[in-house]
């Protein structure tokens, strides 16, 4: 059994607005060079062909802002560090970044206050803000809560408009399309949204896309009738050809952006590096992407490829740390765009990536809180980890099985307390419905338990993985 077999075994699963979206920061050929001071006038810029207003091709994602335990607000319930906070977007705004996404579910509902407090000490017209009506729990679907939720957004923000207004995560559910409709739809808040459009209060309205492709058609389908100004999607070089590989409710990026482009639509980009897993590949091919950019690092070839694309209007990241701002800055600042050869490359690489197949987990934590206490984002990113490692047997005879037993084994108890491993998954699938990605989670629990259990008793992996 060679070692995509026991992977999949074990179940990993594994021209329109051109010049109006086109950069506008010179062109260099010299490449960045992490020991050189970041510039802070060369940020490259999109057009946005609605208004004209210049956007960053950097985005700010506001859902992973520090806490005071140097943390990330998306993994803890610690308070979010507003100093920490307030230097990180002091510190972009002078390095060109303008564009900042948030919602009303980031953070643990803290997000538009934080990002709120700390925008307001600039001036207005040098950011701009997204967010989004985030009414994913039926208790929000109805027209007056919807309502409250927007006008909640304009309160925390501290401004009387918003930038860009997205309808958020539409298609995502196991039953997307019934969703889409109530939450935006039969109680009338699209229609009451196109109307603050109107009214100036939104400047821009799109909305974000998780699943179900049905609802993207959709929504595309009746352009004519809402005048989307943009969009937001999943894109990376994984995703462009890979993603319904990946998991068959996944689309691939390819046809969700050649759908916007032609029709002239802008595309703000979510998840360029698949929550972190980008810059966290296999040995191998953090190699080969090393071996070919030294100066860069692994993540700037996922920002780079996002950035070359002439219909994004800007890409976005979570950035908690100032090192991660400062080096997609390096990135963007300005951007050099991947040539054809150099998108090949990335092409090859995407396919070699599938020959390690991961659980395919952003970390979002749309599946938290497990009713029975499991820390299912936890246990996926120690598996993810293991394979990107190398630490995952194929069997007793394998020449590294002591070490990768050992490896796996220590840094399970180390990464998740044992009352929260999978062993004590009891198949309810309350996380399946919420997952964006449409993993089979009890599934991938049951087997990352079943691997642990034959690494603990010292079984033979092929026998056993044979009878999973």
């Known amino acids: ?21 086109s950069g506008c920061a010179p062109k260099t050929g010299k490449k ?9 006038d060369r940020m490259t810029y999109r057009t946005n062909p609605k208004t004209g207003e210049k956007v960053s091709i950097l985005g700010y994602g506001c859902m992973r802002w520090p806490t005071v335990s140097n943390g990330s607000a998306r993994d803890t319930n610690d308070d979010i560090d ?4 307030n230097r990180l977007v002091d510190y972009a705004i002078e390095h060109g970044v303008n564009y900042f996404d948030t919602s009303p579910a980031y953070c643990k509902g803290q997000s538009e206050r934080v990002t709120g407090i700390a925008l307001s000490r600039h001036p207005r017209d040098k950011y701009f803000i997204a967010t989004k009506l985030s009414n994913f729990a039926p208790a929000t679907w109805s027209r007056e809560a919807s309502i409250a939720m927007y006008r909640n957004s304009l309160k925390y923000l501290q401004t009387d408009h918003i930038d860009y207004m997205l309808l958020h995560a539409i298609g995502m559910g196991n039953n997307g399309m019934k969703e889409f409709e109530e939450r935006y739809l039969k109680n009338g808040i699209l229609d009451f949204l196109v109307e603050e459009r109107k009214a100036g209060r939104i400047r821009n309205l799109g909305f974000s896309y998780h699943g179900d492709i049905a609802v993207f058609d959709r929504a595309l389908a009746e352009h004519d009738k809402y005048h989307w100004d943009f969009v ?25 952006y050649n759908e916007l482009y032609k029709r002239g639509i802008p595309a703000v980009i979510m998840e360029p590096l698949l929550g972190g897993r980008l810059s966290k590949v296999h040995d191998h091919v953090a190699a080969r992407l090393k071996q070919r950019e030294p100066e860069r690092s692994v993540a700037s070839w996922a920002f780079r490829f996002a950035g070359t694309f002439p219909g994004v209007l800007t890409v976005l990241s979570g950035m908690t740390y100032m090192e991660h701002l400062q080096d997609n800055l390096r990135s963007y600042a300005p951007l050099q765009p991947l040539t054809e050869e150099e998108m090949q490359f990335l092409y090859d690489t995407a396919d070699m990536m599938m020959r390690y197949p991961t659980v395919p987990c952003n970390d979002c934590k749309y599946c938290m809180p497990c009713p029975y206490g499991i820390d299912i984002p936890s246990i996926l990113l120690h598996y993810n980890k293991c394979v990107n490692e190398g630490n995952l047997p194929e069997s007793k005879q394998a020449e590294n099985y002591r070490k990768a037993r050992r490896a796996f084994l220590v840094g399970y108890d180390r990464s998740v307390p044992k009352l929260r491993q999978a062993d004590h998954c009891i198949g309810c699938r309350r996380c399946v ?28 992996l092929v026998p056993a993985l044979r009878q999973v």
Request: aromatic fraction near 6%; include cysteine.
């Open 82 to 85: 507003q100093q920490a906070v």
């Open 232 to 256: 937001q999607i999943q894109l990376n070089y994984l995703d462009w050809k890979h993603a319904k590989e990946i998991n068959e409710r996944n689309t691939n990026a390819e046809y969700l």
């Open 433 to 460: 419905h919420h997952c964006p990605q449409g993993i089979d989670i009890p599934k991938e629990l049951q087997k990352i338990n079943n691997f642990a259990e034959y690494l603990k008793q010292g079984l033979d």
């Open 1 to 21: 059994m060679n070692r995509r077999q026991f992977l999949s075994r074990l179940g990993a699963g594994a021209a329109v607005s051109t010049l109006a979206l």
């Open 32 to 40: 960045s060079d992490q020991r050189e001071e970041i510039p802070t």
